[in-house]
T-cell receptor, first 111, second 113 residues
């Protein structure tokens, strides 16, 4: 069974600080996605990484896929209140039909 | 472009009642999914459908049934609701290709009393 562990589960920081969220597994994934979910809404895709060692940047967000394609990180620089939400990672399973989901990191950015 | 449309948004059921959650997508996706989301537990897969005419159990299928009515529609039925099924339910769809994005409905908040 493929599992994805996300850490931390909860993070509350001040606006302007930096933070990193981690997504780890003992399994290899063909792709790794990060989603953000706001209250009352479904998750929305932020980024997909597919190559080991890949780094993608989305404004103040930096995503990295581990060299062995077993782990990923999301780094936010100078967090803003608009970054508040639930961040979920999802790994692409071999079958292509399923995504394996982490439990999520609830991020609160205080003004 | 509506994306994934899920109904209803809210529902309260009494224990033992039945109901069907409806989901439709207009993106011509082959794969569709039903998840439940509980605090601290992320998204847990109930059932999925890799293509029209096929359905498979996910991680937590007990107490649920599904129907892939056509390529667009995938419904979830609770035959005899239990308080343990109180949750937020999400329908999603995606292309069946590596790294394909999952598109979600807005969710159904179900309370079973």
């Amino acid at each position: 069974t493929q599992l994805l562990e996300q850490s931390p589960q909860f993070l509350s920081i001040q606006e302007g600080e930096n933070l990193t969220v981690y997504c780890n597994s003992s399994s290899v994934f063909s792709s790794l996605q990060w989603y953000r979910q706001e209250p009352g809404e479904g998750p929305v895709l932020l980024v997909t990484v597919v190559t080991g060692g890949e780094v993608k940047k989305l404004k103040r967000l930096t995503f990295q896929f581990g060299d062995a394609r077993k782990d990923s990180s999301l780094h936010i620089t100078a967090a803003q209140t608009g970054d508040t939400g639930l961040y979920l990672c999802a790994g692409g399973a071999d079958s292509n039909y399923q995504l394996i989901w982490g439990a999520g990191t609830k991020l609160i950015i205080k003004p | 472009n509506a994306g994934v449309t899920q109904t209803p948004k809210f529902q309260v059921l009494k224990t033992g009642q039945s109901m069907t959650l409806q989901c439709a997508q207009d993106m011509n996706h082959n794969s569709m999914y039903w998840y439940r989301q509980d605090p601290g537990m992320g998204l847990r897969l109930i059932y999925y459908s890799a293509s029209e005419g096929t359905t498979d159990k996910g991680e937590v299928p007990n107490g649920y049934n599904v129907s892939r009515l056509n390529k667009r529609e995938f419904s979830l039925r609770l035959e005899s609701a239990a308080p343990s099924q109180t949750s937020v339910y999400f329908c999603a769809s995606r292309k069946t290709s590596p790294g394909a994005e999952a598109f979600f409905g807005q969710g159904t908040r179900l309370t079973v009393v």
